[in-house]
Nanobody
Framework: QVQLVESGGGSVQAGGSLRLSCAAS????????MDWFRQTPGKEREFVAG????????RYADSVKGRFTISRDNAKSTVYLQMNSLKPDDTAVYSC????????????WGQGTQVTVSS
């Protein structure tokens, strides 16, 4: 069993930055593909960014390309989401998720951390 715990959310003004962290328990973190999602009330959950086990493969939603950067530290069993140039539309609950490969279903989800961007 793997537990995912997000942190780093908060309130920031438009144009500001935040760095989210997702810490994983267990010794198999390095083998997982890790993704970040976000959700606002009344809307479907939206994919934000993903990173492969080797860190060489990353993907981003068009809405965050050039502003967000996903990275991971397998020694710390943690994945990060650096968010720059934040916009009010980025306001959401951000969650991380783990799966065994890019074609597998998600096995584990975190509880989420709130990000609020004010104009």
């Amino acid at each position: 069993q793997v537990q995912l715990v997000e942190s780093g959310g908060g309130s920031v003004q438009a144009g500001g930055s935040l760095r989210l962290s997702c810490a994983a328990s267990g010794r198999t973190f390095s083998s997982f593909v890790m993704d970040w999602f976000r959700q606002t009330p009344g809307k479907e959950r939206e994919f934000v960014a993903g990173i492969g086990s080797s860190e060489s493969s990353t993907r981003y939603a068009d809405s965050v390309k050039g502003r967000f950067t996903i990275s991971r530290d397998n020694a710390k069993s943690t994945v990060y989401l650096q968010m720059n140039s934040l916009k009010p539309d980025d306001t959401a609950v951000y969650s991380c998720a783990a799966r065994r490969n890019f074609f597998a279903q998600y096995l584990y989800w975190g509880q989420g951390t709130q990000v609020t961007v004010s104009s």
